[in-house]
């Protein structure tokens, strides 16, 4: 099956590298015909996400700091007067302060909380009401989220209470919008070796522990999370709203490992 995005268009934000999930995310669209924008976070990473913009066509490559409502407000108001609306957006973008992914959460600061709840679950909503403006033919809006939002993940911390409020976000954000025709999702991903993922303390034991023990006995790929996003920005999902559908091998089912495993 070809051209699910055909005569799409749309915006991807938190392409870093081409490790991140948004490329595996970008790369799947593209495929299928979409017409894509790029945001990058600061010229650093501009240098490495332009030529990666090129090789999928997307024409348009704006800087923004989600931390900034004014230079979120402008990546809009150039996609409003490029391309008059949008069809769909990708937001793929967290952050917290590495020294407090590890240890305790109890010891986490007032002020990277807040940092991280603007982040990586506010700049979520803030997004969504200014692409819902240039949706008029209603539109799909996805998130990323991870697990450690519901169960508690070692080091995961201020992150996954930012994840809590996101998955919560998606399911307001959805019923807003529902009346509209635009519909809001987010992919709980499993652990992808990624320059965020890499924050985390102790990633490399996450990683591998859910490798041996998830129904599939293996992580997904970004190319995997990719092609979920394509069902859930195209028109194959256009009766899901407001869900969070787990693309982890099925990790998030499992209780226990067997008394085998663990030996292993
Ligand atoms: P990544 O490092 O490739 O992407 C994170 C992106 O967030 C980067 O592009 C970075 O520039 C952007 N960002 C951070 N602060 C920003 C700011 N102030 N303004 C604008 N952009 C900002 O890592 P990734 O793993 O691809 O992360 C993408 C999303 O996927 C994140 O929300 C992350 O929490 C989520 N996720 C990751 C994993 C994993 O294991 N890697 C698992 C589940 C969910």
């Known amino acids: 099956m070809e051209g699910l995005m055909k ?26 015909g979409a017409e894509m924008a790029f945001t990058y976070q600061g010229e650093a ?14 024409s348009l490559v ?27 957006i990708v937001h793929a973008i967290g952050f917290s302060d590495k020294n407090e992914l ?22 979520f909503t803030e997004v969504a009401r200014h692409a819902a403006g240039l949706m008029k033919e209603g ?23 930012a994840k809590a409020g996101l998955e919560a976000s998606v399911r307001y954000l ?24 890499a924050g985390i303390a102790d990633a490399r034991h996450m990683f591998s522990y859910q490798q041996r023990n998830s129904p599939l006995r293996r992580t997904v790929t970004i190319d995997e999370v990719g092609g979920s996003a394509l069902y859930l920005l ?10 969070i559908h ?4 099925g990790y998030h089912i499992v209780s226990m490992p067997t008394l085998e495993e663990l030996k292993q």
């Open 7 to 32: 005569g799409k268009r749309g915006l991807v934000m938190g392409v870093a590298n081409d490790h991140s999930i948004a490329w595996g995310i970008a790369k799947q669209l593209s495929a299928h």
């Open 45 to 58: 990473f501009g240098r490495r996400v332009k030529p990666l913009a090129e090789k999928v066509n997307a």
């Open 62 to 88: 704006l800087p923004c700091d989600v931390e900034d409502s004014a230079s979120i407000a402008s990546v809009f108001e150039t996609l409003g007067s490029e391309w008059g609306g949008i069809d769909f």
């Open 102 to 123: 590890k240890g305790l959460y109890a010891n986490t600061t007032r002020e990277n909380f807040v940092r991280t709840m603007v982040i990586s679950c506010y700049s």
């Open 139 to 161: 539109g799909s809006m996805i998130t990323l989220t991870y697990a450690g939002s519901t169960r508690v993940m070692p080091n995961y911390n201020v992150m996954g209470v």
């Open 174 to 197: 959805a019923d807003d919008y529902g009346p509209r025709g635009i519909r809001v999702n987010a992919i709980s991903a499993g652990p992808v070796r990624t320059l965020a993922g």
């Open 234 to 243: 195209s028109d194959l999902s256009s009766g899901v709203t407001g869900e």
């Open 246 to 249: 787990y693309v982890d091998s």
